[in-house]
């Protein structure tokens, strides 16, 4: 029943176990919720566990409601206990450093501070070489952010700034490159003012501490500078800013055919294709927009071949990309087939329950959609669905963009067969679901909720 409480603790002796757990591999402690399975439960008694399992199959949802209920609840969990175990370690930590180390001074950077296309490590760990409740913050944050946790994930990153600032001071490299973290997951939620402003405070620590304009960290900021400033609608800054960053990188010979630079090729290739959308009315323009495009993930793709192979997620990525471009451009068939790529090579590496299979499956359904090949679409849209609620909980946005998707197809489809109230009934279901979710996560007046509350009829 919704009205029972579930309670969930963890004895103390085990509290360091837990932390240590989460934060060395939180996607692997997440990953393992798509096992839960309330059917496989046992109960002292037996008459008892026969009671509960004829409640549960009678209750709405069934077992399945039950395991969705229980794997959001515990994702909560794992991330709310998380961060207050991180929090008092960093007290305890601080404490110990007042009673036994020189105040510090140094603004030295950490091995692995450098952040490239985002991905990096924020230091190694604390100087005597014991834990570092900060790069505990860090970690976690890194982690949550790749899972789409986007206000979990800015929890963590902005109390890693604090202590890393309280550490090492506000020009330090290390708070340039939280900085950096910051301003990606604010550009995922929508916060694009306030991305800017936390790229643009990266930008001024690095070009100050870590070798200017010739340095890759730097070419690593403007990259990500340049991604909000796209979604501003920018596009010649953000197209400038990604010209700065490639030329950095070029000039480099450990960076030309790396896959970093082919990170920026794919960004530059994003950017002009929006250029290219946005410019549509100018035939010309849009035309010579598209073609830049082709050819800067044509270059990211023969990097990623070279460095990375066929079967790698960044080589899957480029592949999605250009299926987008082609959507974009009314190819829908040739975007079908870079899809059918993308969703090769990502069930061959990352496996048929992984969130990004289903942003896959996701893609290659649109393509269908626009062949008008409904059937095959609704199939897709639907194992899109089933992965990510599995993969990343009920309650996670790109779940509710799948959602939205699905229950558009269906409404679309019910158009043309106005007796299927049914399937009418569920995609106003999924939509109602939809909303609540990225409301949550983005705000209520987010744009990007604006199309699904009109699917609703609601403004």
């Not at 997440?30 to 009678?58: H, T």
């Not at 690095?206 to 304009?213: D, H, T």
């Not at 700065?244 to 000039?251: G, K, T, Y």
Request: aromatic share 6%.
């Amino acid at each position: 029943q919704s009205q029972t409480p579930l309670r969930i603790g963890l004895p103390p002796k085990q509290e360091g176990a837990f932390l240590e757990g989460v934060t060395s591999n939180l996607t692997a402690v997440l990953d393992a919720l798509v096992k839960i399975d309330a059917e496989r439960s046992e109960a002292f008694k037996k008459e008892d566990r026969d009671n509960i399992f004829a409640a549960v199959r009678a209750s709405e949802g069934g077992f399945h409601g039950v395991n969705m209920q229980i794997k959001d609840r515990l994702r909560e969990w794992y991330i709310d206990k998380a961060l207050e175990l991180a929090e008092a370690a960093v007290a305890t930590e601080r404490l110990q450093s007042s009673r036994t180390r020189p105040v510090k001074s140094s603004d030295g950077v950490g091995v692995g501070d450098g952040d490239g296309d985002g991905d990096s490590q924020e230091g190694e760990g604390s100087d005597d070489g014991g834990a570092d409740p900060g790069q505990s913050l860090y970690n976690l944050a890194a982690a949550l952010y790749s899972l789409g946790e986007y206000q979990a994930a800015l929890r963590f990153y902005e109390r890693c700034l604090a202590v890393r600032v309280d550490e090492f001071g506000e020009d330090s490299p290390r708070v340039g490159n939280i900085c950096h973290q910051l301003g990606s997951v604010l550009n995922s939620l929508g916060a694009l003012p306030e991305a800017l402003e936390m790229f643009e405070r990266s930008l001024e620590i690095k070009l100050a501490a870590v070798g200017g304009e010739s340095h890759p960290d730097t070419a690593g900021t403007l990259n990500n500078m340049a991604q909000v400033l796209a979604g501003l609608g920018d596009y010649e800054a953000a197209m400038d800013l990604l010209n700065r960053a490639l030329a950095i990188n070029l000039a480099l010979e450990e960076f030309a055919e790396h896959p970093e630079t082919a990170a920026m090729y794919n960004n530059l290739g994003v950017v002009c294709m929006r250029a290219s959308e946005e410019a549509e009315e100018d035939e010309a323009a849009s035309r010579e927009f598209s073609d830049r495009a082709l050819a800067m993930f044509e270059n990211a793709l023969r990097i990623r071949l070279a460095a990375l192979g066929e079967n790698h997620p960044d080589t899957a990525a480029t592949y999605a990309n250009m299926g987008n471009l082609h959507m974009s451009q009314g190819r829908p068939a040739q975007a079908r087939d870079m899809y059918e790529k993308d969703l090769k090579t990502t069930l061959a590496v990352l496996g048929e329950q992984h969130s990004s299979a289903a942003a896959s499956y996701n893609n290659l359904a649109s393509a269908y959609e626009e062949l008008h090949d409904y059937p095959r679409a609704t199939e897709l849209y639907e194992r899109a669905l089933a992965v990510s609620t599995a993969a990343l909980g009920e309650n996670n946005i790109e779940t509710a963009r799948y959602m939205g998707n699905l229950a558009d197809l269906l409404l679309k489809a019910g158009s043309r067969a106005a007796e299927d109230r049914a399937a009418e009934d569920r995609a106003r279901t999924l939509l109602r679901r939809c909303v609540q979710v990225m409301s949550a996560a983005l705000g209520p007046d987010h744009p990007a909720i604006s199309f699904y509350r009109s699917r609703l009829g609601v403004e």
